[in-house]
């Protein structure tokens, strides 16, 4: 094990974790649906259970997302959040409203009322999928800061990862390029969320709107999806000289590393090729309700290969338009390599944690939920 | 160049503070409450009487109330290290990976996976399926207090490591003694045993409310029984694991400790303050007055908590400032103490050495470059004296120190004897009649809660104004933002906390007051 390759083993976890992320966002599509796919009470009782046993893996994804960072790229920790203070800030909250709102909606003496609990998860299902996709657009297109070590040593302000754009991340969100994958983000879990509806919920008025919103959100996020595909794989890029780690602007550089990569590639087709296949299966047969589990491995799969795309193959995977040198790459803002070590020896436990779950979520969701369910007072939120 | 303000230190330190203690409301009862459910729920499991269903339940959904708002700020303060404490961040942030990745894996998914089986499982997996479940859920917990308290041990006493100077920052060397620090295990005993007293404080007194409303005698019986076991269990290892504490800020620490004392004059033999008032017109350390108004002193005690020697000589702030006597440092060495005017001086020393460092590399003039290395490393224990202006910043709030200390140490011995004696009322089933003990046990919960953030504040005032031990002053450690970003977030936590805060208790006596269900 050297370091350049357990510097790779890290930037490929926390993009598996993103991934991972991006796909269980259903869970925040489906709360911007609760009253377009349930339109009684019980439906959207049906609906809001079916999400509250699944919303803790994507909270908890999110923890893990950040943590890892913080291990592995410290400096991107520092620097992204440090700088990016508003934007973060922003998802914080939009993830506390929601870590609150399955708990307490329908409990009594909870004063907001069970409506005001749900405007959180709309806000959460809307703020948390825009502002996460807006943010990882950054990853390509750049941000403002400067990084200077030398900086410690400063006895009027020590500071090494500086911000320098008064917004202080807010400005990411008047960039059409990153708002459109934002936005992007946001179809994209209402269609995993509509079919996630679909596979687990027994209910014919709901499996007919789940699958008209399959639809409904499909167009737009493919269009938005395209676009800025597109437009950032054929747009500059980020490059570093493998020789010098001297960073410059190349036209077309995501293309190239996909070229250049044909692993990832294959990942990157065979994943959009999952997505669609589960969707439109979904809307050709009716009683198909396996969608969710092809086009989440597809998500999966796409992501995957497009963070790969951002921090290999001599890429800077997190550029200051502020200051090129400024940039990250996975070389430089790393862990050390003794810690990255041991962490990698950490993270062969991993497998049996996906395990863990896979059987767990198994067991709990081997039944589909009905209405019976639902008005038996079996826990319900 | 700007230069960083003063207050977006004090407005970052209030919001890491005001998130930390509300986030401190929530954990200690998942941790404490989730023992008790686990021992009832294995009861059930032993024996199948569904009285032991109900009563577990009738807890599970006090915990689910609670749980939620535990996990919504758990993940404030991770956030916070990054936007409030970036420098910080890259400072230490390759120290604190290895138990993040542990943690991350470990616990994190073991919490939100076996969770869902806990409230959703009852009527879908096996009774095995489900107890085992709870048990991983409540060890999951657990296990998530590992990393922030070995990350918060670090910072109180740095070790299993080597300053970079070209990467500049802290990369770890021992994995061991950053993981197995005794001061982390220390911590995390002491944290973890102490949830347990909040845990059965809050079993006992809502079960007390229950008896003192003539419900569920039964339930509230036993439920009083189980809790006062895990609640004496949790303070005398919690009185021993303080004691391990002490000895180790005495060692590590010795500012800390003649803070929680109110200690400026210190001598050989030095006797520990039971009670005492301070003076509030003591201004700076130097200033002639006498720091307390009134005191009743156990002779020698301090001496012997410190240093398990009732001769031992317990350096006051006067004598940490000044230096000169001979003292033991953080490592075990015994030397002649520096004043803190000379640890300022290496402080500025090493960072000119930081700095010149640089220089040379930059120059490639590789010699220079290796002296001031040398320099550097000679002199990087005080490298965060060299960020100190002014030599009295290094003396945290003794008010707050030293009373947050008494407040923690007087309700611990209460409970210890609260909770035999609870023990005793109940097993003979006198409870009933005493309505001033039933009373005395609802305003317990809130005693217990005084009683944990108490140690936190000592623990983290007493420190200041370090946020690394000597290694970093929280000046060094912020990130560089707007006051008035920084103001805004306060104020959005504090209005969002309290709206919070006041549901919860709410939807949590609602829930109280309906009592337990039936089980089917």
Same mark, same amino acid.
């Not at chain 1, 909270?59 to 520092?78: D, E, I, K």
């Not at chain 2, 009487?49 to 109900?54: A, D, I, Q, S, Y």
């Not at chain 2, 910080?88 to 919490?111: H, N, T, Y």
């Given at each position: ?45 049906? /609906? +809001? @259970?079916?999400? %509250? ?11 893990? =997302?950040? #943590?890892?960072? !913080? ?50 998860? /709309? +806000? @959460?299902?809307? %703020? ?11 990853? =390509?297109? #750049?941000?403002? !800061? ?51 509806? +679909? @596979? ?5 008025s709901i499996l007919k709107r789940a699958r008209k919103q399959v639809f409904v959100n499909f167009v737009p996020f493919l269009a938005l999806f395209l676009g800025f595909v597109i437009w950032t794989f054929f747009g500059q890029g980020f490059a570093v000289n493998p020789v010098n780690q001297e960073i410059y602007k190349l036209s077309a550089k995501y293309f190239l590393n996909l070229i250049e990569m044909p692993a990832v590639l294959a990942l990157f087709i065979a994943g959009v090729f999952s997505l669609l296949f589960g969707v439109i299966k979904t809307l050709l047969k009716p009683d198909f309700r396996k969608g969710v589990w092809f086009s989440g491995v597809g998500i999966i799969a796409t992501v995957l290969a497009l963070f790969l795309v951002a921090g290999l193959n001599n890429t800077a995977y997190y550029p200051s338009n502020a200051d090129l040198q400024s940039s990250l790459t996975i070389y430089n803002s790393s862990s050390s390599f003794f810690t990255l070590k041991v962490m990698s020896v950490v993270s062969l436990i991993i497998p049996f944690v996906l395990l863990y779950i896979f059987w767990v979520w198994r067991a709990i969701n081997g039944k589909r939920i009905d209405k019976e369910e639902m008005e038996s007072g079996d826990h319900t939120y | 160049m700007e230069v960083l303000d003063y207050s977006l230190v004090d407005w970052s330190r209030a919001q890491f503070a005001l998130t930390a203690i509300y986030h401190w409301l929530f954990v200690p009862l998942t941790l404490g409450l989730g023992m008790i459910i686990s021992i009832m729920e294995t009861v059930y499991y032993k024996t199948g009487k569904t009285e032991w269903k109900r009563m577990t339940q009738f807890w599970m959904t006090l915990f689910g109330i609670n749980f939620a708002i ?451």
């Amino acid at each position: 094990m050297d370091y350049i390759f357990l510097q790779q083993y890290w930037w490929f976890l926390i993009s598996l974790l993103g991934a991972l992320l991006v796909f269980l966002l259903f869970v925040q599509g489906g709360q911007t649906l609760l009253y377009t796919i349930g339109k009684t009470d019980l439906e959207t009782t049906m /609906l +809001i @259970n079916a999400l %509250g046993r699944k919303w803790e893996f994507t909270f908890t994804t999110l923890v893990t =997302f950040g #943590g890892a960072f !913080f291990a592995s790229f410290p400096l991107f920790y520092s620097t992204s959040f440090g700088g990016a203070y508003w934007v973060w800030m922003a998802i914080l909250f939009c993830f506390i409203l929601q870590a609150v709102s399955y708990e307490f909606r329908s409990k009594k003496g909870n004063i907001l009322g069970k409506r005001t609990y749900d405007l959180f998860l /709309l +806000i @959460n299902g809307f %703020g948390g999928t825009v502002l996460l996709g807006t943010a990882v657009a950054t990853f =390509f297109t #750049g941000s403002d !800061f400067l990084v200077n070590r030398d900086n410690l040593t400063n006895l009027t302000n020590p500071v090494i990862s500086r911000w320098t754009n008064p917004l202080y991340g807010l400005e990411a969100l008047l960039n059409i390029q990153n708002v459109m994958l934002g936005v992007a983000v946001f179809f994209l879990s209402r269609v995993t969320a509509s079919l996630y509806f +679909i @596979n687990c919920i027994e209910d014919v008025s709901i499996l007919k709107r789940a699958r008209k919103q399959v639809f409904v959100n499909f167009v737009p996020f493919l269009a938005l999806f395209l676009g800025f595909v597109i437009w950032t794989f054929f747009g500059q890029g980020f490059a570093v000289n493998p020789v010098n780690q001297e960073i410059y602007k190349l036209s077309a550089k995501y293309f190239l590393n996909l070229i250049e990569m044909p692993a990832v590639l294959a990942l990157f087709i065979a994943g959009v090729f999952s997505l669609l296949f589960g969707v439109i299966k979904t809307l050709l047969k009716p009683d198909f309700r396996k969608g969710v589990w092809f086009s989440g491995v597809g998500i999966i799969a796409t992501v995957l290969a497009l963070f790969l795309v951002a921090g290999l193959n001599n890429t800077a995977y997190y550029p200051s338009n502020a200051d090129l040198q400024s940039s990250l790459t996975i070389y430089n803002s790393s862990s050390s390599f003794f810690t990255l070590k041991v962490m990698s020896v950490v993270s062969l436990i991993i497998p049996f944690v996906l395990l863990y779950i896979f059987w767990v979520w198994r067991a709990i969701n081997g039944k589909r939920i009905d209405k019976e369910e639902m008005e038996s007072g079996d826990h319900t939120y | 160049m700007e230069v960083l303000d003063y207050s977006l230190v004090d407005w970052s330190r209030a919001q890491f503070a005001l998130t930390a203690i509300y986030h401190w409301l929530f954990v200690p009862l998942t941790l404490g409450l989730g023992m008790i459910i686990s021992i009832m729920e294995t009861v059930y499991y032993k024996t199948g009487k569904t009285e032991w269903k109900r009563m577990t339940q009738f807890w599970m959904t006090l915990f689910g109330i609670n749980f939620a708002i535990g996990i919504a700020t758990g993940i404030i303060l991770e956030f916070q290290f990054g936007t409030n404490w970036s420098n910080f961040s890259w400072f230490v942030g390759d120290i604190f990976g290895a138990p993040l990745a542990i943690e991350g894996i470990l616990a994190f998914f073991m919490e939100a996976t076996f969770i869902a089986v806990m409230f959703f499982g009852w009527n879908k997996v096996s009774k095995g399926f489900h107890l085992a479940s709870t048990w991983l859920t409540v060890l999951g917990a657990t296990l998530s207090a590992v990393w922030i308290l070995v990350a918060n041990a670090w910072m109180q006493f740095p070790d299993g490591m080597t300053f970079n100077p070209i990467t500049v920052r802290n990369e770890m060397t021992d994995f061991w003694s950053v993981l197995l620090s005794p001061v982390a295990i220390n911590k995390f005993l002491h944290t973890v045993t102490s949830s347990w007293i909040i845990g059965a404080a809050f079993v006992v007194g809502v079960s007390s409310w229950f008896i003192l409303k003539k419900r569920e005698l039964e339930l509230a019986r036993v439920s009083i029984q189980i809790a006062v076991v895990i609640g004496f269990t949790g303070t005398v290892l919690a009185i021993f694991t303080g004691d391990g504490s002490a000895r180790q800020v005495a060692q590590r620490q010795p500012m800390k400790l003649a803070a929680m004392e109110g200690l400026y004059e210190g001598k050989c033999g030095q006797g520990l303050v039971a009670f005492g008032l301070l003076n509030l017109s003591k201004k700076t350390y130097d200033d002639q007055i006498d720091p307390f108004l009134f005191r009743v002193e156990i002779p020698y005690a301090l001496s012997y908590l410190s240093f398990h020697d009732f001769k031992a000589f317990v350096p006051g702030i006067t004598d940490l400032m000044n230096g000169g006597y001979a003292g033991i440092t953080a490592r075990g060495k015994q030397e002649i103490t520096l004043s803190v005017e000379e640890k300022m001086y290496r402080g500025q020393k090493a960072l000119q050495a930081l700095a010149d460092f640089k220089l040379a590399k930059k120059a490639n003039n590789e010699f220079l470059a290796t002296v001031n290395r040398h320099i550097l490393e000679e002199n990087y224990n005080y490298f965060g004296y060299g960020f100190i202006k002014d030599k009295k910043e290094v003396i945290p709030n003794v008010t707050l120190t030293f009373y947050a200390f008494r407040i923690m140490v007087l309700l611990g011995l209460f409970f210890l004897f609260y909770f035999v004696l609870l023990w005793y009322m109940n097993q003979k089933d006198k409870l009933k009649n005493q309505k001033w003990l039933l009373w005395l046990s609802v305003l317990a919960i809130p005693l217990a809660y005084i009683c944990s953030e108490s140690g936190w504040i000592v623990a983290e005032v007493g420190r200041q104004p370090w946020v690394i031990q000597d290694i970093m002053p929280t000046f060094a450690a912020v990130s560089n933002i707007e006051v008035g970003s920084v103001k805004t977030t306060f104020l959005l936590f504090a209005i969002l906390f309290a709206v919070l805060l006041i549901v919860e208790v709410s939807i949590m006596i609602k829930a109280i007051k309906k009592g337990p269900e039936n089980v089917h």
